[in-house]
């Protein structure tokens, strides 16, 4: 980028600066400095250090508008970090349903699972989410499918002391 009064390109060090204050706007939630950054020219899906996304960030942070706002400008709702995780996972791993509801609507893969297998479900069954847990399986999200140790949601919630959940599915499974 550069000043209309000093046409200098942003040396690398400026970039990478930048960079950062735009996945710090992620991070903060603030839908209209991002919606302006987007009308731009900025990159919807730009992944940091980490291959985080803007969407990614203000999904796990819990930023319902940044997340609406993201979507709305085209942000892949599958773009996977370096550790495999999607925003549909950050969110239920913070245990954000309405985060997890519009990224749902806006085309997230319910059963889609990081390098580890685990889906949105076991997330939420894991930390006894009961209406995540409700919402994603009336989305059909599948109770039986086991993440890489073939571990089900069940099985997670078991594990960690999830009992309501637990009883859910178990019910459930029968």
Do not use: W
């Amino acid at each position: 980028m550069s000043d209309e009064r000093n046409p200098q390109p942003m040396t690398e060090d400026e970039t990478a600066e930048f960079a950062e204050q735009v996945f710090d706007v992620a991070r903060k939630g603030d839908a209209e400095m991002l919606g302006r950054l987007l009308e731009k020219g900025l990159s919807v899906n730009l992944r940091n250090h980490k291959g985080d996304t803007l969407l990614m960030l203000a999904s796990y942070h819990g930023h319902l508008e940044a997340v609406r706002t993201l979507l709305a400008h085209g942000a892949d709702p599958e773009i996977r970090n370096d550790n495999g995780q999607s925003p549909i996972a950050g969110a239920a791993f913070k245990g954000d349903l309405p985060v997890v509801e519009l990224l749902v609507e806006q085309g997230a893969d319910i059963e889609g699972a990081g390098a580890d297998g685990r889906t949105a479900l076991m997330m939420a069954a894991m930390f006894n989410r009961m209406a995540m847990v409700d919402y994603l399986l009336r989305k059909g999200a599948d109770p039986k499918r086991g993440d890489a140790k073939g571990i089900t949601a069940l099985g997670a919630a078991q594990a960690m002391g999830a009992t309501e959940t637990a009883a859910r599915l178990q019910a459930l499974i029968g």
